[in-house]
Structure formats: structure tokens, C-alpha cells
DNA sequence: GTATGCTTTCGGC
DNA sequence: TTACGGCCGAAAGCATAC
């Protein structure tokens, strides 16, 4: 049987900033995109626990955490995702060392599958985990919390349960009783959407998953997902910690100054992603075939037209040949205003992969 | 009808 | 009362080929 563990770096970039600069944990520390529309537009990356017990969390707009935090002393901070990107890597090689296969799924979070070094005992892996906290803490003191479990699935919902510091292991014979009560949403991938139609059919908890008719189900989502969910709730889906993790697309993003529907005033930041997407093409070393625009309108709604290339590409002036008809494109069919703009790269070719077709011709 | 591949939208962090 | 980033992966939607 496989033992998966899953690795949470507690509320990263605000942990960041407080290793960074200690004097600042005991307070609120909210750590902000700007977008540079006036001295505050812009939205919270994330919060430290003691600004979330005022309701700051990711995503809300900076004014409106300032109000949530108008009567106490607060820290806001702009991201610095560089640096948080360097102190990732740092304890992710740390994390690395405690598992059979590691993947790493976002600058927080891994999957360890830890099988072997386990044995399969629930208890093994327990200590095999306490002693990498130990080993993250002493070495960057920094606090990460760990779900241990019998799936990736299971292993992720044992993290939400001990956040943050916290590590929790649920074994199968622990999943009636720790995983089924739990409302569905706890599941990855049930979002408010599918919440809303499993109500609908008396679906409340995880445990009301496996008790539905599954036709039902099935009429609602489909085979697969419906399939997912019964495998997910069991603790039986099988999705392998997958070693490497190849990135798939690369993006810019740039909020306009101010929302508009002009090509002449939209086509400067277009030069300007264009640029910044073919330096991060080059400095990975890839090549791309698709490229693809996306506006955000001013009701946040989002509209994208995308393309592919007839060659891989990397050079500023390649991708902006590809982007500035789609770009007329969306401005023509938009029913409003631009109020941000980005650029995508994907279906990707590192140069190996260059080289090595280049042989075939 | 099903498989496949591409485009567009969604949602997590 | 409102206020609203910048990424990413993948699902959903759609077209085409057999």
C-alpha cells in the first residue's frame, strides 16, 4: 500500500516576510500586489494567521483589507516573488530528501511519495515527517504543515485539517471517520459550483458521495468525474507523485492604466508582454508554437483568443506578429472595456527538444 | 459515436 | 457602499477525422 505525504509551507509569502524581518510577526502582515492604479489598487497575495482573524485573505482588494485593519497596527508589504521563490527552492531541497518521489506542484506545496522509506507504516512515516519539519524549522525557521495518507487526495485533506504548524496522518481505516464528515467542498477539485448541485441530490458531506445513487451522479457530471469522486471519497484514486514536473505554459500580466477599448493605447503593454514573454522564454530555454491573449474586461469577466504558430518561437517580435491580430480580434468582439491584458506561451519546446527533431530532418 | 487535438474559460494559490 | 493581481494547470467547449 502507498503512503503519500503532502507538504504545505504555511501562508508562504507572508512566512517569508516574517523570517525576513522578525519584529513584524507578532502583528498583522498582509503581503500585497500592487497594480499601480492609485496609491492602493491592487489585491492580497496572502496574510499571516493574526491578519486573517480580521478577515484579510487572498485575493480581497488592498483597500479593503486596510479597512478590516484600520484599528490596528498593521504590516503591508508588496510580494517580493523572487525572494520567495529562492526561500522555496531552499526548503523544497530539504523536502526532496525525505521522499521515495517528490514533485513539486506550486511554490508552497509538493507530494511526496514515501512508500518505501515508510516501510507502508503509518507510524514510520509519522517520525519520517517530524523529523523534516524539525530539519525546515531549525535550518530556515520556518513552519510548514504535513498530511499523510493512503492517496494524494487523502494526503491534501489531512493538511487542511492541521493548518498551520500542524501534521496529521489518516490511514484507510481512519477514512470513515476523519475524511467522510467533512462537507464536500473539502474535496479537491468540488468547487462552489459542484457543491451547489450536490446539495440539490442531498450530497452534504463526503461520506453522502458514496451513499448517492451513482447513475445520478453520473447524469450530473459524468462518468469520469462522477467516477473520481467515489474513487476520491474511498481513498482509492490512484494518481502517482509524478518526479517530474515540466512547466507547460509561461505568462505576463499588466493591469492598463486605464481601462480602454483603443488599440493605440492598448498596443504599447502588448509590446512591453511581448518582450518580457520572450525573455522568459529565452532565459528558460523554450520555444513556443501557441501564443495566446487574454483581456480582463472592467467586470473582471475574461475573454482570451489564441493561436498557434507555424514554427516554435521565441523572439519579441515573433510573438507580437502572432499577438497583435488577436489582440484586433478581441477588441472588436469585447462587450467592454480592457481593464487588464496578458499574454500566454504554450504548447512548449525546450531547445533539446529542438535539437533532437532537428536530426530527423 | 468516439477519439483526438486545439481554443477558451475556470479556479487555486 | 465600493474598492479587485499575476501567475499557473486543467477542465470545458468545440471542431475535425475516422
Known amino acids: ?65 486596510k479597512n478590516l485593519l484600520k484599528d490596528v497596527e498593521a504590516y503591508f508589504i508588496p510580494a517580493n516573488l523572487d525572494l520567495y521563490e529562492k526561500f522555496s527552492q531552499e526548503v523544497m531541497n530539504i523536502v526532496k530528501k525525505y521522499a521515495d518521489v517528490f514533485e513539486q506542484v506550486s511554490v508552497d506545496e509538493a507530494y511526496l511519495d514515501i512508500t518505501k522509506q515508510s516501510n507502508s507504516d503509518y507510524k514510520k512515516a509519522l517520525e519520517i515527517m517530524l523529523r523534516m519539519k524539525e530539519e525546515i524549522f531549525q535550518k530556515h525557521k520556518l513552519t510548514c504543515t504535513v498530511g499523510i495518507g493512503p492517496s494524494k ?82 481513498g482509492k484514486e490512484t494518481e502517482q507523485v509524478k518526479e517530474t514536473y515540466e512547466v507547460k505554459q509561461f505568462s505576463r500580466m499588466v493591469t492598463l492604466k486605464n481601462n480602454t477599448l483603443q488599440f493605440n493605447e492598448i498596443k504599447p503593454y502588448l509590446e512591453q508582454l511581448s518582450k518580457e514573454l520572450s525573455e522568459t522564454l529565452k532565459s528558460n530555454n523554450y520555444f513556443a508554437k501557441g501564443i495566446s491573449v487574454m483581456a480582463v474586461l472592467d467586470d473582471l469577466n475574461i475573454i482570451s483568443k489564441s493561436k498557434l504558430a507555424d514554427k516554435p518561437i521565441n523572439s519579441e517580435k515573433d510573438i507580437y506578429k502572432i499577438a497583435e491580430p488577436l489582440l484586433l480580434d478581441l477588441i472588436k468582439k ?14 512548449l519546446i525546450s531547445y533539446e527538444g529542438i535539437e533532437s527533431l532537428e536530426r530527423f530532418v
Open 1 to 65: 500500500m502507498s503512503i503519500i505525504a503532502c507538504v504545505d509551507l504555511d501562508y508562504f509569502y507572508a512566512q517569508c516576510e516574517e523570517i525576513l524581518n522578525s519584529s513584524i510577526k507578532d502583528k498583522p502582515v498582509v503581503v500585497c500586489i500592487y497594480s499601480g492604479r492609485g496609491k492602493e489598487g491592487g489585491a492580497v497575495a496572502t496574510a499571516n494567521y493574526i491578519a486573517r482573524k480580521y478577515g484579510v485573505k487572498s485575493g480581497i482588494p488592498i483597500k479593503t483589507a
Open 334 to 347: 469585447s462587450p467592454r472595456m480592457f481593464r487588464r491584458l496578458a499574454l500566454r506561451a504554450y504548447d
Open 153 to 234: 487526495v487523502i494526503a491534501k485533506i489531512a493538511t487542511d485539517l492541521k493548518k498551520p504548524n500542524g501534521i496529521e496522518v489518516i490511514t484507510p481505516e481512519e477514512i470513515p471517520l476523519k475524511v467522510w464528515p467533512l462537507s464536500v467542498d473539502s474535496l479537491p477539485g468540488i468547487g462552489p459550483r459542484s457543491k451547489k448541485r450536490l446539495e440539490n441530490i442531498g450530497v452534504k458531506t463526503i461520506g453522502d458521495i458514496l451513499n448517492a445513487d451513482f447513475m445520478k451522479l453520473v447524469s450530473i457530471f459524468g462518468k469520469k468525474i462522477s467516477t473520481y469522486f467515489v474513487r476520491a471519497a474511498q
